[in-house]
């Protein structure tokens, strides 16, 4: 029986039979031959095993004869097809045009499933970049409550604000990481969590104090932990169960006077002849005391403010510069830079060793602060008030108004606010 002649898209040769029967390799049509073989158990004779079928690469397709006329074939999407190529196996380089006719055919689908491929690679990718950035959530949700403060202090999204805020965010943290415990992931902390926390702490802080510890652990939250805010919920308080500072009385102002010395006591007089806050007050510089006055631009205000110099706070200073730094108190302005808190228990401490109370009870029964520096502030006020210093010049000097005291000198007389000044006790 006549056989006609198949090519693979490697070169391989297939035989199919002319009346269309299924087709046999040439090893196949050893088949039977005993000298391809071997001796079965038992003396028979063993059927030689066949060899495999050289592997083309998928998609490929092949070549084969038929009726002295090359035919290509392929399969895409699980159908074969089957097509003549016209070309005669007796033509010139017949078997190089067919196989060309034949990758014509199946080159495009060749490309087409690797662009499926690829897009089916990108997918898979996308989904591992997605686990990725899930992962790297979970790893930054899961950050300790000790480690809350490194990632905010060198956090680009957190507000501009000065070391001495930086410092009081610390203390914060470090009080939620006392109650709650510093290990604790930070992603356990829940809505239950934080008003525990909240009760916790609203018995040992003033509402004031209160307030901003539960508006830093917010602002800390929103700034670096993403999902769920626990502390967006948290009821701030409204008025404060404390006494009001109370102003300094004359007896006091000449005993605190008295008992201190060196760089406190020019703390002190600074604060009661020019109302100065602690910051300004603590950082005063010799280039801002010069023609009998102190011209400073506030802190808080940013405002610049001038300050006739009194006869006791031009006392207390000395009659200038003692050394080489810069401040009026470098001892203090350093130790300020430290933690302001330390300047205020000095001033605190130097109060109470002149007899002053300070503090009381607050109406709720506990005991709240009265007298501190801020004291200080305030006595300047009421006494330069007393003396007869208008209003709105005090105004200007404490920092309330945004206009500047040369701006009030304007329609006042020199000498008489500066008598004024003068007549403060």
């Known amino acids: 029986m006549a056989k006609a002649k198949r090519v693979s898209r490697d070169g391989g040769i297939v035989g199919r039979t002319t009346d269309g029967t299924a087709p046999v390799t040439e090893t196949d049509a050893t088949d039977g031959n005993p000298s391809a073989g071997g001796v079965e158990a038992g003396g028979g004779t063993a059927k030689p095993k066949p060899k495999p079928k050289p592997r083309r690469a998928k998609g490929t397709g092949s070549l084969y004869l038929k009726r002295g006329v090359w035919y290509a074939r392929w399969t895409h999407n699980g159908i074969t097809h089957a097509e003549s ?88 943290l470090e009080l939620l990481a006392d109650k709650i415990g510093g290990t604790t992931p930070v992603n356990e902390i829940r809505d239950g969590t934080a008003e525990v926390f909240a009760r916790k702490i609203s018995g040992s802080f003033a509402a004031g104090t209160y307030n901003k510890i539960i508006n830093c652990l917010d602002l800390v939250w929103r ?100 050394s080489d730094s810069p401040f009026v108190m470098p001892k203090l302005a350093a130790e300020y830079a430290k933690g302001r808190d330390r300047t205020s228990i000095r001033v605190k401490r130097a109060m109470e060793a002149a007899g002053i109370e300070t503090s009381a009870k607050s109406k709720t029964g506990r005991m709240v602060p009265v007298c501190g520096y801020h004291s200080l502030r305030h006595s300047f006020v009421s006494r330069a008030i007393a003396a007869g210093v208008p209003p709105h010049v005090v105004q200007a000097v404490v920092g309330h108004s945004s206009l500047a005291m040369t701006e009030h000198y304007d329609h006042l007389e020199s000498d008489t606010v500066l008598e004024a000044f003068a007549r403060m006790k």
Not at 113 to 135: H, I, T
Not at 258 to 275: K, Q, Y
Request: net charge positive; aromatic share 4%; glycine share 10%.
């Open 223 to 322: 700034t670096v932990v993403e999902g769920h805010n626990p502390w967006e919920g948290i009821v701030r308080k409204r008025g404060a169960a404390t006494a009001s500072r109370r102003p300094l009385t004359e007896a006091e102002t000449d005993k605190l006077l008295d008992e201190t010395d060196g760089e406190l006591r020019v703390l002190v007089a600074v604060g009661l002849f020019t109302g100065l806050r602690l910051g300004d007050a603590v950082n005063l510089r010799w280039e801002s005391v010069r023609d009998g006055a102190i011209f400073v631009k506030t802190r808080k205000t940013g405002k610049p403010v001038g300050i006739p110099i009194h006869p006791q706070l031009a006392d207390a200073l000395g009659g200038g510069r003692r």
């Open 85 to 172: 190529t016209g070309i005669r196996a007796e033509d010139e380089d017949a078997e190089t045009r067919a196989r060309d006719f034949l990758m014509d055919r199946t080159e495009p689908l060749r490309l087409r499933r690797d662009e499926q491929g690829l897009e089916l690679v990108e997918r898979q990718l996308q989904k591992k970049r997605e686990r990725l950035e899930a992962a790297i959530r979970r790893v930054r949700e899961a950050q300790s409550v000790s480690e809350l403060y490194a990632s905010f202090s060198g956090s680009p999204r957190r507000p501009d604000c000065s070391a001495g805020q930086l410092k009081r965010y610390a203390g914060f």
